[in-house]
C-alpha cells in the first residue's frame, strides 16, 4: 500500500477499469481482497474495507486494507447503513482522521448485503463528483455479486443433481465434444467432467456401432431450437450395461458453432423396473388366462355335443382378426374372449344344452340370455381389452336383428362382428344335438347371404378367402 495512488482519477478510466477488472472475477474465492485493491487502485482511497451481518445481526468487517488500519470507529456507521440501506459520509478516526464514505451493497437486489468502505487520508469532505463515483462503483460491484451467486447456484445444482448437464459443440473434425459437463457425470456415467470434456469418445464409444450412428446423425441433423429425446444403451468401462436417456435442445455454441445443451439421465433402474412389471403382468395374464380356460373346460362338459366349441371358434377369429391386419395385441384379446364367448351358458340348465330337437319358445328364450349372463360374470373383471362387452354383443347382427339388445351398425365392436361370424360358421358346419353338421360350404353360404344385414361384409370376406383359397379347416 506503500505506492503513490492518484488523488483525483478521471471518473470514465476509473468505471471502465473497474468493470473490465470485476469481468474477472467469477467465484467467491478471494473476492474481498481483489475489491479492496480496486477501490485503493483505481479510485485512489487510501483505506477499503468490507463488512458483513452475520445470521444473529452483529456487524463485522470481513476484509479490510491496508492491514493495519483500526475499524472501530467505522463500525457504529456501517451498521447504520445495513439499517437504513442509504450510504454515509463522515470524516472518522482509522486511526488518523479520513473522510469516509460508506455504501449499501445489494443481495440479489434484495436487501443490503454487505457494506463498502472507502476512505481517503484527510478531514476534507469527499466531492459530490467523488461521491457519485464510488455510486457508480457499487452498482458494478452489486452486478458481479450477482453473477457470481448465480453462476455458483447453477454450479452446486449441476453439480449435486444425478443428471450429467451438459453442452455438446460440434468440433473441426465434423465430431462432437463436451465443451461443459457437470459433476452428475459420475452418477449417470461413473466418470470425471473433466475426463468427458478431454475426450468426448468416453460416451459415444460405449454405444454399439448401430446407436452411436443413430445418435451422431441424430446430433449431425442440427436446427435452432430443435429438440432430441432418445434413450441409449451404453456400455461402462466396468463392463456392465446401463440405460440412458439424453435429453437436448440445438442451440448455438459460445464459438457461433453448432451446440446441444441437455441432461443425460441414468434410468436403468426405470428399465429394470419396468421390465420386472411387464413380466409380472405377463404372469398375472397367464395366471388369468389358465383359469379362463378351466371356465370354459367346465362349460363344455356340461355339454358333450359342443365340447370344443369355443376353442375352434377361438381358433377361427383368431386367423380372421389376422386376416385383417389387427394389432397384435388386440387379436389376442379377440382369442381370449372367443374361448369363454359362451361363459353365460354356465346358468343353462345342462338338459336344455344337449336338447335333442327344436328348443319350445320358452326354453329357448332362457338360452338367449346367455350373453347378458356372460356380460354379468366378466363385467368386474379388470381385462386390458373389452372382454365383457364382446361376450355381450356376439349374438348382435349390424341391422339391429340380434339379441339380447338389437344393436346395430357401429354400436357392435369389431371384435364382436368377428366372433359372431365365426361363431355362426363353427355352428352351422359341424355336429349338434338338434342336427347333423351340415358342413363348411353352407355355413359359408349363409354369411354370405346375410353380409352386410347380419354380418360385417369385411369379416365375411376374409372368413370366405380363409376357407375357399387359403384351405383352412376346423382341427
Keep these: 500500500m506503500n505506492a503513490a495512488r492518484p488523488q483525483s482519477p ?101 436487501r443490503t448485503g454487505y457494506v463498502m468502505l472507502a476512505a481517503h487520508r484527510g478531514e476534507t469532505p469527499l466531492a459530490r463528483e467523488r461521491l457519485d463515483l464510488y455510486l457508480a462503483l457499487a452498482g458494478l460491484i452489486e452486478s458481479t455479486l450477482d453473477r457470481i451467486a448465480s453462476q455458483h447456484r447453477f454450479v452446486s445444482m449441476a453439480d449435486n443433481v444425478p443428471e450429467l448437464l451438459f453442452q455438446l459443440a460440434a468440433d473441426a473434425a465434423g465430431g462432437w465434444r463436451f465443451a461443459y459437463a457437470s459433476g452428475g457425470a459420475g452418477a449417470a456415467l461413473g466418470l470425471a467432467p473433466a475426463a468427458l470434456v478431454a475426450d468426448a469418445g468416453l460416451l459415444f464409444d460405449g454405444l454399439d456401432e448401430a446407436e452411436r450412428r443413430a445418435l451422431t446423425a441424430a446430433l449431425g441433423a442440427w436446427a435452432g431450437g430443435e429438440r432430441l429425446r432418445r434413450a441409449l444403451r451404453w456400455r461402462a468401462a466396468d463392463g456392465g450395461w446401463r440405460h440412458l436417456l439424453i435429453n437436448a435442445m440445438a442451440v448455438t455454441g459460445e464459438e457461433g458453432g453448432p451446440a446441444w445443451d441437455g441432461a443425460l439421465q441414468d434410468i436403468s433402474e426405470q428399465v429394470r423396473l419396468q421390465e420386472e412389471s411387464r413380466r409380472n403382468l405377463e404372469r398375472l395374464n397367464k395366471s388369468m388366462e389358465d383359469a379362463i380356460q378351466a371356465v370354459a373346460a367346465t362349460i363344455e362338459q356340461r355339454d358333450p355335443y359342443t365340447a370344443g366349441h369355443q376353442r375352434r371358434v377361438a381358433e377361427l377369429a383368431t386367423r380372421l382378426a389376422t386376416a385383417l391386419a389387427l394389432p397384435e395385441d388386440t387379436i389376442h384379446g379377440i382369442r381370449l374372449t372367443a374361448s369363454i364367448h359362451d361363459i353365460g351358458k354356465i346358468h343353462v340348465p345342462a338338459e336344455l344344452l344337449s336338447y335333442p330337437g327344436k328348443l319350445p319358445e320358452v326354453e329357448f328364450a332362457l338360452i338367449q340370455q346367455h350373453p347378458r349372463v356372460g356380460y354379468e360374470i366378466l363385467r368386474n373383471v379388470d381385462f386390458p381389452w373389452p372382454v365383457a362387452e364382446m361376450v355381450y354383443q356376439h349374438h348382435e347382427h349390424l341391422d339391429g336383428s340380434g339379441y339380447p339388445r338389437g344393436l346395430a351398425g357401429e354400436q357392435i365392436l369389431l371384435g364382436a362382428r368377428i366372433i359372431t361370424v365365426a361363431d355362426v360358421v363353427e355352428a352351422i358346419a359341424l355336429h349338434r344335438p338338434y342336427r347333423a353338421g351340415l358342413g363348411i360350404e353352407a355355413a359359408l353360404a349363409e354369411i354370405e347371404a346375410h353380409s352386410g344385414t347380419h354380418y360385417d361384409p369385411a369379416v365375411v370376406d376374409a372368413c370366405v378367402r380363409l376357407f375357399r383359397a387359403e384351405g383352412f379347416g376346423f382341427a
Design 10 to 110: 478521471d471518473p470514465v478510466d476509473a468505471v471502465i477499469r473497474s468493470a473490465q477488472y470485476l469481468a474477472g472475477i467469477v467465484s467467491y474465492d478471494g473476492l474481498w481482497p481483489q475489491l479492496a485493491r480496486l477501490v485503493c487502485r483505481f479510485f485512489g482511497a487510501d483505506l477499503a474495507a468490507f463488512a458483513a451481518r452475520d445470521a444473529a445481526g452483529a456487524v463485522s468487517f470481513i476484509h479490510w486494507e491496508p492491514a493495519d488500519a483500526r475499524l472501530a470507529a467505522a463500525l457504529p456507521v456501517a451498521t447504520a447503513v445495513f439499517e437504513s440501506g442509504f450510504l454515509a459520509s463522515e470524516t472518522l478516526a482509522l486511526p488518523a482522521p479520513h473522510a469516509a464514505v460508506l455504501l449499501p451493497l445489494g443481495r440479489e437486489r434484495q
